[in-house]
């Protein structure tokens, strides 16, 4: 038995252009990214529509090619080692593609029967129970509602048991109970050991659920740590404040403010602007005996990127 990997997923200089088909122009879905998923760990890949998600999990997969770079699932490169790399992953698409003509239990019998897995290993009726789908085991396919289907991919990536679990925008189309229950499930099987990478556009949901964030956009990785420094990040403005006095130190009274002094006559405070204004600022420097020359002010970088993915109606979540 080789030694557990210390990264589930792992990527370096990861890029990836689609050829251009005549009509359209050659597309960079990603530009060299280089990710790091821990095993064990609840990550959360975030980023807009079209921002490289879905290529970036397709190619773990196996079914779309890199153009450059590496890719490694549980130690394996996805195209040197690919049949040991994609034993090890499971893969809910973000489409809700299903045979209309299997029940559920065809398909996860089908299933593992491809990924070779021994019938008295099977774990059909335990999935099927696990994803509520118990009920609709002889179904037909095509009789499922939109979130049966869903749960029915879940089950379908399970059933090579696999210690990579990725969920490609799992929630669309799927209601909140429902939701709430697979998550549950999920949850479950991430404290059981198994590594989840779950790609949404919602920072609500990666909030709740991720112990780490990527945040990707137009192919580029341009933040990844854990959930809450990245959470305290993005509640931080900066106010630098230029006074007519010269100052040998930041005032008492505006300490709070976690002033710091650049030169004589330059204030800066970083402050969370959910907590705090920048008017009670402007009032405790005026309290201070000072007076403002210049205002400047320069928000987190990724708020504004976080602001137009969670803005309503901006998401295009609602297919
Ligand atoms: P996301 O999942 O974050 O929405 P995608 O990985 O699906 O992003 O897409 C990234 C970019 O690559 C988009 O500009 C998209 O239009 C383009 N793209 C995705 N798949 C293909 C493809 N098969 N051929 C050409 N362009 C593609
Ligand atoms: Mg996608």
């Known amino acids: 038995m080789p030694a557990l990997p210390e990264h589930a997923v792992e990527t370096a200089t990861l890029s990836k252009t689609y050829a251009s088909n005549g009509r359209r122009a050659p597309v960079e879905a990603l530009r060299g990214v280089t990710l790091r998923i ?19 999990i397709n190619i773990l997969a196996g079914l779309v090619l890199k153009t450059s770079g590496e890719a490694r699932v549980w130690g394996c490169d996805v195209e040197r080692e690919m049949r040991r790399a994609r034993r090890a992953i499971g ?24 990924y070779g897995v021994p019938r008295r290993e099977r774990k059909t009726d335990e999935i099927l129970r ?17 979130g049966m289907r869903r749960r029915l991919l879940v089950a379908k990536a399970l059933v090579h048991a696999p210690p990579v679990l990725v969920l490609d925008e ?8 429902l939701r709430r229950q697979l998550w549950a499930y999920i949850r479950k099987l991430n404290a059981a050991g198994t590594t989840i990478l779950l790609t ?9 659920l991720c112990d780490t964030i990527a945040i990707i956009n137009h192919g580029r990785l341009i933040a990844c740590e854990p959930t809450e420094m990245l959470l305290r990040r993005l509640d931080s403005k900066q106010m630098a404040v230029t006074v007519e006095e010269d100052l040998a130190a930041v005032p008492e ?14 204030l800066v405070f970083s ?12 009032a405790a420097i005026a ?15 990724l708020e504004d990127i976080f602001l137009s993915l969670t803005r309503p109606g901006s998401a295009e979540g609602a297919q």
């Not at 893969?91 to 491809?114: H, T």
């Not at 696990?130 to 939109?146: F, H, P």
């Open 287 to 301: 309290a201070a005996g000072l007076s403002v020359r210049e205002i400047s002010t320069k928000e987190a970088e």
């Open 170 to 177: 799992p929630t669309a189309g799927v209601d909140v109970d």
């Open 130 to 146: 696990a994803v509520g789908l118990e009920d609709k085991a002889e179904a037909y396919a095509r009789s499922l509602s939109g």
């Open 200 to 208: 949404t556009h919602y920072l609500e949901e990666a909030e709740a």
């Open 253 to 266: 009274s505006l300490r709070r403010y976690h002033g710091e002094l650049r030169g004589a006559r330059e």
């Open 91 to 114: 893969v809910v698409p973000q489409e809700l593609n299903i045979d209309p003509f299997f029940s559920p239990r065809e398909l996860l019998e089908v299933m593992a029967g491809l």
């Open 38 to 56: 821990p095993r064990g760990s609840f990550f959360g890949l975030l980023g807009p529509n079209g921002a490289g998600k879905s290529t970036l």
């Open 271 to 282: 402050y969370p602007p959910s907590k705090v204004r920048g008017g009670e600022i402007m």
